[in-house]
């Protein structure tokens, strides 16, 4: 597991990383009972969700540090003939992500934030703007579209292109707990807007 500091920027500010830890210690302090019944309610939120109705090649997340938990979306999915892929750190470009084939039994090694991930394969991965849609994990969120993640800025730097050419960007939906929803983020040049979040208990969709 990574420790509290692994993703944070300079350039967060103090109450962004306070608001971090607090949310981060809550989703934590649930039972394996609740995160379970978090993950069957977010994978059937998912599937009523238009936007993944028409998605085939999805990126996805494994759950830690009590994270809103896909598995069960994933296996659902996988029936279905959906194709996951997993987040890799890029070997030559830092602070970026390339997206590997998840498929059962895939050899998995942890990186250096202690998550795990296949290993990086030029030939097997797939472009960020070839998916159709991502499903990553959020710290926190608003309901007018602010974000809060661990701090790295991983996904911002891998769809920047969105904002330039956004008919090529995939669908860009953030999962967590709902109560990791809050009054009000504020929110940052950089940041890359999201097509909504899903959560254990609805939707927040926030531009078409």
């Known amino acids: 597991m990574p420790n509290d500091n692994a993703f944070d920027s300079g350039l967060d500010q103090p109450s962004r990383q306070?608001?971090?830890k607090t949310l981060r210690q809550q989703r934590r302090?649930?039972?394996?009972?609740?995160q379970a019944q978090a993950s069957e309610r977010l994978a059937l939120n998912l599937l009523k969700l238009p936007?993944?109705?028409r998605s085939r090649h999805i990126g996805v997340y494994l759950a830690n540090d009590g994270e809103i938990d896909p598995a069960l979306y994933i296996d659902l999915g996988r029936r279905k003939g959906l194709i996951f892929y997993l987040p890799v750190l890029h070997p030559v470009y830092p602070?970026?992500?390339v997206f590997s084939p998840y498929r059962?039994?895939?050899?998995?090694?942890?990186?250096?934030?202690?998550?795990p991930e296949p290993a990086f394969s030029e030939a097997r991965r797939r472009p960020a703007w070839a998916l159709d849609a991502v499903l990553f994990p959020l710290v926190g969120f608003d309901e007018m579209g602010g974000r809060l993640g661990m701090g790295g800025g991983f996904y911002d730097r891998t769809f920047a292109f969105s904002r330039l050419r956004?008919?090529?960007a995939p669908k860009l939906i953030g999962l967590a707990h709902d109560f990791?929803?809050?009054?009000?983020?504020p929110t940052e040049p950089w940041d890359v807007p999201l097509h909504g979040v899903v959560t254990d208990r609805r939707c927040y969709r926030f531009r078409s």
Not at 180 to 185: G, N, Y
């Open 18 to 20: 306070a608001l971090r």
């Open 29 to 34: 302090g649930l039972s394996y009972e609740e």
């Open 51 to 53: 936007e993944m109705h």
């Open 95 to 97: 602070g970026k992500l």
């Open 104 to 115: 059962e039994g895939v050899p998995l090694t942890a990186n250096r934030f202690g998550i």
């Open 166 to 168: 956004p008919g090529m």
């Open 180 to 185: 990791q929803c809050v009054e009000r983020l």
